[in-house]
């Protein structure tokens, strides 16, 4: 049996406390602080154990005060589900978005994207190819194309799953723009407006602000920075039918980095088949793991189709080439009408391109070669935080991944260093981004996309600076 996440042991061990009356109503827990002492913990593991109480019931948080048990009567569940709440977006953080434009590309550099740079992607063979399949095939021009998708490409990401173990039909696979666009179709298809889906949290910015767009509420789950998804919080979260879908990133997530033990996704995969809850997972960092081996996505534990599997080849191979796909399970017809009405097809051309570098047998190489350079870079990384910032920065090494997460003590606002990095050219993404309620002001996350130069170096540097300036200001 696997062992139970940090975050959950602390607070299991504080909710035997409140029922034994070791704790009693009203009294006040130790600081986030003085419990990440007495343990040893994370700050952020601690956070999460609070969270959690808090989901329960069992504590309330009081503004400058803390934390302190609460008043329940005898006939009140023990557990409860937290809020469903709305996405909300912050005016300010829009800036981040505007830097990830065209013109702001050269201005803003260092730690704000998650794409691996041109320098480490088969940039030159995908152009040859590319013209090689218009001088052959200059039909791909002026087709449209099947909403599903070309069949040739489909051929060759049924291939790859053989990696993981799984065993994706291409006739089940539906081609999409990215997978941002899978994620949208399965909502689409699976969800109407004012309906409850359970995320991690933190989650992907992309992912809130795709659910909010389609007038979608939002339950957070925990997720550990280790483990990922809390299992048992999930468990509570979807007892009754208030759940219409679950979203899970188990390989890697944005932000955190966690992997997903196998036993913990073939758990969730059961409960949730089990209980009719569709499960959308997004692999799309399932092929950067720092380890031997890739890991499994919870795909590979679907024995009824409940899972719609989302990925894409964004990430490792062609940002500009858009192209992702999913296979939705036994929800195959919902998720294909969704494609023909929002987009019909993705283009033909850049899935001919992608197949034939797939069928070169090219993709392995270049993946160990850009699996080494994100794994060096991202040590590159933990070295100067541990250099250039403030010992108190709680951090987890990802296992795999662009992202880095931060948390910061209380009080810290991420959103100034956001701001302030900005206008010396230095990019990042303050927590409230992965937050549905804007939560998370005191966490950072970092990417380690861009190569490890002096450069790269001295921007690290620097923001260590403005972090410095933060905390004599405070």
């Known amino acids: 049996m696997d062992k139970q996440p940090l975050y959950q042991q602390l607070a299991d061990d504080i909710a035997a406390q409140i029922a034994s009356r070791v704790l009693r109503v009203g009294e006040r827990l130790p600081s986030l602080r003085d419990m990440k002492l007495r343990r040893g913990l994370s700050l952020s593991t601690v956070q999460q154990a609070f969270r959690l109480l808090e989901d329960q019931g069992l504590v309330e948080a009081r503004p400058q005060s803390g934390y302190f048990v609460r008043q329940r009567s005898d006939s009140a569940p023990l557990l409860r589900l937290a809020a469903a709440t709305e996405v909300t977006v912050d005016p300010l953080l829009w800036s981040y978005v505007e830097d990830q434009s065209e013109q702001h590309t050269e201005r803003i550099q260092g730690f704000r994207s998650a794409v691996a740079p041109h320098d480490l992607l088969p940039t030159a063979q995908l152009q040859r190819m590319t013209l090689d399949c218009m001088r052959h095939h200059p039909d791909l021009l002026s087709d449209y194309g099947r909403p599903s998708g070309l069949p040739a490409f489909k051929r060759q990401i049924a291939r790859l799953a053989l990696e993981w173990g799984g065993q994706l039909l291409p006739e089940q696979l539906i081609v999409t723009q990215g997978t ?44 550990d920075p280790v483990s990922g998804i809390s299992v048992d919080a999930l468990e509570l979260a979807t007892r009754d039918a208030a759940i219409k879908a679950v979203i899970l990133v188990p390989n890697f997530s944005n932000p955190l980095g966690a992997l997903m033990p196998d036993a913990a996704k073939e758990k969730v995969a059961d409960m949730l088949a089990a209980r009719d ?34 990925a894409s080849l964004t ?15 036994r929800y195959r017809n919902q998720v294909e009408v969704q494609k023909y009405l929002s987009t019909h097809s993705t283009p033909t051309l850049n899935q001919a391109v992608l197949a034939r570098f797939l069928e070169s047998g090219a993709y392995p190489r270049h993946m160990r070669r850009l699996r080494r350079a994100i794994a060096s870079q991202m040590q590159g990384l933990l070295q100067g935080v541990e250099q250039y910032f403030p010992a108190d920065v709680q951090y987890t090494p990802p296992q795999g991944g662009f992202a880095l997460w931060l948390v910061f003590p209380e009080g810290f606002d991420s959103l100034a260093l956001h701001q302030q990095a900005r206008q010396e050219g230095i990019g990042l993404a303050p927590g409230p981004l992965f937050s549905p309620r804007g939560g998370y002001r005191h966490c950072v996350r970092l990417s380690c996309a861009a190569v490890w130069t002096p450069e790269q170096q001295a921007r690290l540097v620097q923001l260590g600076r403005l972090v410095w300036q933060q905390y004599r200001s405070g």
Do not use: H, M
């Open 180 to 223: 941002i666009e899978a994620l949208n179709l399965a909502l689409r298809a699976l969800t109407q407006p004012g309906d409850v889906v359970a995320v991690e949290s933190p989650a992907y910015f992309s992912l809130l602000y795709t659910l909010k767009a389609l007038g979608l509420r939002v339950v957070e789950i925990p997720t």
């Open 277 to 310: 809850i569709p499960l959308i997972e997004d692999d799309v960092y399932g092929e950067f793991y720092y380890g031997r081996q890739r890991p499994r996505p919870i795909k590979a534990f679907d024995r009824s189709g409940n899972v719609l599997y989302c």
């Open 315 to 329: 990430k490792d191979v062609a940002p500009g080439l858009r192209i992702g796909w999913i296979d939705p399970g």
